[in-house]
C-alpha cells in the first residue's frame, strides 16, 4: 500500500510530539544513566595530563629499601583479589560504579553530615554543587563505604563522593573532591578526598572498557588493613591515617610493581591487560581495606571466574617502588 506524503507528515508530527513530551526538563535525573563508562566518552578523553604523576610509568623505577619488609609484613603468600566483577554480591553490583555525564546535567546540592558509618569531612571537602544524576549509582547500594563518581566528560571535570546517600533534591555525604582532569593539580596538603588517602578514585579503577581498548594506563588502586598502613603518605596522596612508623609499613600512595619476570603468559587476554599494567604502572595503596583487594568498576561482560586466577599471582611477586619523602602529620 502506497503511503501519501500528507500522511508522513502527519506521522513525522506524531513523532515530534511524542519526543517533546517525553523529554525531562529538569535533567535532574539521566533515564539511562551510563554506570560502566563508555569508550566514546569517558575512555577517550585525557585523564590528567602526561606528566601527572598518575600517568607516570614507573616500570624502571628503583626498588624501595624496605620492599623486602613492607612485603613480608603484608603476607608473601597473599593473592591478589579483584574486587569487581559482574553480576552482584549481597544485592549489589561488584565494585565502584561511576556515571558519566556532559555539560548539560543540572548541578545538585551536597551536604555534608556525619552518620553511625563515619564522621564529617566536609571541613576537607570541596562544596558542591555538583553535576551528579540524582539516580546515579551508589556503591554497595548504599551499604559500606557508598562512593558516588560522576564524570563529566565534556568539560573534563571528576566529581566523587564519600559515604553518600540521595536524599531530597541533592546527596548527603561524609566528603567530596573535585578533580579537573585537564590539570597537573592536587588536594591541599593534609585533606582527605572520596578515598583516605585524598586520591581520586576513578583514575585508579580497572575498568572494562580499557580491556576492549587493550591497555590500562594507570595504576591501580588497593588496600591492604589499617595495621599494615604507615602513620604517613607519599606524593601524589595528600592524607594519613593513624597508625605507626615502623619500617615495615606503607604509606598511602605507595607503590607496588609486578616483577618485571613474572610470566603471564598463561592468563588470559584480559589478564594479561591487568597484569601489564602492574609492570607499568603498578598498585596504589588509597584506602583501608582487606589486604591486596585490587579495585574496579562493574560490568556485565567482566568473567567473574577469569578474574578470579588473578588470585594466583601472591605477593612475592611484587616489590615496593622508591618511596621518597613521606609526609608525617596532616
Known sequence: MKTSIFNLALFGLALIFIVSCSSDDSNNKVDDPDLTGDIGSVENIQIFPVAHPLNMDISSGPVDVNSDLIIN????????????????????????????VDGSQSKVSITFRANNYDENYGGESDQGSFPIPLNAPIEGNGAGDSHVISVDVENGMLYELYNASQEGDGFEASSAAVFDLKKTEFRPDGWTSADAAGLPIFPLLVRYPEIEKG??????????????????????????????????????????????????????????????????????????????????????????????????????????????TITLKN
Open 73 to 100: 609484613n603484608i603476607g608473601i603468600n597473599k593473592g591478589l583479589f579483584p574486587d569487581f566483577g559482574s553480576g552482584e554480591w549481597e544485592g549489589a553490583p561488584i565494585g565502584i560504579p561511576y556515571v558519566s
Open 215 to 324: 591497555v590500562i594506563d594507570h595504576p591501580i588502586r588497593f588496600t591492604i588493613t589499617r595495621s599494615k598502613i604507615y602513620e604517613g603518605y607519599v606524593h601524589p596522596a595528600r592524607h594519613l591515617v593513624s597508625g605507626n612508623t615502623s619500617d615495615e609499613l606503607l604509606p598511602f600512595g605507595g607503590r607496588l610493581r609486578l616483577k618485571a619476570d613474572y610470566d603471564i603468559s598463561g592468563f588470559s587476554e584480559t589478564n594479561q591487560i591487568i597484569l601489564t599494567a602492574m609492570k607499568k604502572y603498578g598498585l596504589m595503596l588509597a584506602d583501608v581495606g582487606s589486604d591486596m583487594f585490587i579495585t574496579g568498576a562493574p560490568h556485565e561482560k567482566w568473567d567473574n571466574d577469569d578474574l578470579k586466577k588473578l588470585k594466583q599471582v601472591t605477593l612475592d611477586n611484587f616489590e615496593v617502588i622508591e618511596l621518597g
